[in-house]
């Protein structure tokens, strides 16, 4: 017999219901680091960026906000009725995420908790809201369409109102994962047929990517109902075995996908997982490496998989200064490598009953934690993005009635790139045969890689490359952006623009991916293609 917890009595992501009425210690970052206001959002949930450099902003209660050139906007993008959303317990709109062929499609993707049954108030148990994520256009223009919805995933029930997870991020691989919490029934983390209770993975159009982990007999499409028959598995699991898997935090210095999972645990211990296709992690028979509510280390393991850390609740965390009220974690994101000296490789996660973040780094197998920040508040997420030219940890915080913040460092390093040049030496040439340096042409709104380091002299250290580049027969006007593979940091795209049948070079500064690739992607207005000639003549490492 399933046993429901109550919202009120079961910290979820959690404490930050107890949280809000505690008074926070100074805010405190390391010497050498600054910590400042970015804008003042309402319970604000989740951040992303788009290309351009717009930071998008949820409130808890169902707005979408704009931060653009400096500024909040004072009117949200989407305001989602209280008809439409549960924002009670910990439900609401919870998650964000930007396409990666944003600049060619204006998709943005929300997790929200759906007021199935326009219940006021929203309840707990009998006909529960459900939480889903939803496709949404945002035009330049910062006005979103609420007409503009195309529901991905739904049903995904929130019976408890606590354990909702709700966060979405896309992976190198253009996928787009979620994280969705098991409602407060714990033993839907178990259960295989339903989406509860798991990561999902699913390509921009909510199909089945090729690769994902349970495909064929004994599995169904969930993403409709909520699941499928017992005994079966749904095709949208990537990981299963979760409680609150609450913020993700996703490896922008790995050349494939790599990310961690932050599920928030019950009575013991809070835990980092390292996102695996197909893996088990535990709930409800572990929490963290330990038998559920317990210190006894958590056994048959394998199949359960094991956490990358954990921590247990009213304890400093070890190798910390940190409160003894640690029980919550919470937003997570790595360092980009090069960014601030002595952090590459650092993995930063947040505790919103503490208002610290740690740094998590790895000696070997081993992870270990030490201070980073503290008196932040009811801390929810973390993302590094674009500022002044390089870029900065952003986090939401339910502190003083809600705030994004940035954290910066105060003398970053100089450049230490030199320039190396070359004798022009072609690349690539998409009027050539078939092949990674070849054809076919450039299609509207698909991504294409390309190999740099590694051809024409270019080390495989190069950090950026120096170009020719020309566009030739395009079939309509439109632009491409190129930018390092595998991300599309608005602070390092190169745009070239052009009309239906005109030949267009320039020269140009390309950043590589630190697989040495660069990607490509081309707005081409009739659904068009065009070719590209790329010629290198230098390269800075
Ligand atoms: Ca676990």
Request: net charge neutral.
């Amino acid at each position: 017999m399933r046993r429901r917890a109550m919202a009120a009595a079961v910290l979820g992501w959690g404490g930050w219901l107890l949280a809000l009425g505690a008074v926070p210690a100074a805010a405190t970052v390391p010497a050498g680091f600054t910590d400042s206001l970015v804008a003042a959002v309402g319970a604000p949930t989740a951040l992303a960026f788009t290309p351009d450099g717009r930071l998008l902003m949820t409130s808890q209660g169902g707005t979408l906000r704009v931060y653009q050139n400096g500024a909040l906007l004072p009117t949200p993008a989407l305001t989602l009725p209280a008809s439409q959303v549960c924002s009670n317990s910990e439900r609401g709109l919870l998650g964000v995420a930007v396409d990666p062929a944003f600049p060619c499609n204006n998709f943005i993707y929300l997790f929200y908790t759906f007021n199935k049954f326009n219940s006021n108030p929203c309840p707990f148990g009998g006909a529960t809201p459900v939480n889903r994520v939803s496709r949404f256009t945002l035009p330049a223009s910062n006005v979103v369409n609420p007409a503009s919805e195309l529901v991905l995933i739904d049903n995904m029930p929130s019976p408890g109102g606590n354990h909702n997870a709700g966060d979405l991020h896309f992976g190198k691989d253009g996928n787009l994962y979620v994280s969705i919490g098991e409602g407060g029934i714990a033993s839907a983390a178990r259960d295989e047929h339903v989406l509860t209770g798991k990561v999902l993975r699913i390509t921009p159009n909510a199909a089945i990517p090729a690769d994902n982990p349970f495909q064929g007999a004994g599995t169904a499409r969930c993403n409709v109902t909520g699941s499928t028959t017992p005994g079966n598995r749904c095709q949208e699991t990537y990981a299963w075995g979760f409680r609150n898997p609450f913020r993700l935090g996703f490896d922008q210095n790995a050349a494939a996908t790599r990310f961690f999972i932050n599920d928030v645990g019950a009575g013991l211990w809070e835990e980092i997982d390292l996102g695996t296709a197909g893996a088990d992690f535990g709930w409800n028979i572990c929490e963290g490496s330990h038998l559920n509510n317990s210190s006894t280390a958590c056994s048959p393991v394998p199949p359960l998989v094991n956490p990358l850390f954990d921590y247990q609740h009213n304890t400093q965390i070890p190798g910390t200064t940190s409160p003894a009220s640690c029980n919550c974690v919470s937003g997570g994101d790595f360092v980009p490598n090069g960014l601030w000296p002595g952090y590459d490789g650092a993995y930063l996660f947040g505790d919103c009953t503490c208002g610290g973040i740690f740094r998590l780094t790895q000696s070997g197998s081993v992870f270990s934690a030490s201070d980073f920040g503290s008196g932040l508040g009811t801390v929810v997420h973390l993302l590094f993005g674009p500022h002044a030219g390089t870029q900065a940890l952003y986090y939401t915080t339910y502190a003083s009635g809600g705030q994004v913040r940035r954290v910066t460092l105060d003398n970053p390093p100089a450049d230490p790139l030199d320039f190396f040049s070359l004798s022009p030496c072609r690349v690539l040439d998409t009027r050539n045969a078939l092949g990674p340096s070849g054809g076919p042409a450039l299609q509207t709104c698909t991504t294409r890689t390309f190999p740099v380091a590694g051809t024409c002299g270019v080390p495989a250290t190069a950090k950026a490359v120096a170009v020719n580049l020309a566009i030739v027969s395009p079939t309509g006007g439109g632009q491409i952006i190129i930018f390092p593979a595998g991300t599309l940091a608005p602070t390092t795209a190169t745009t070239l623009q052009f009309n239906a049948g005109q030949i267009r070079a320039n020269n140009g500064v390309l950043g590589l991916a630190t697989n040495g690739q660069i990607a490509v992607l081309p707005t081409i207005a009739g659904g068009g293609t065009a070719h590209l000639i790329l010629d290198v003549v230098g390269y800075f490492e």
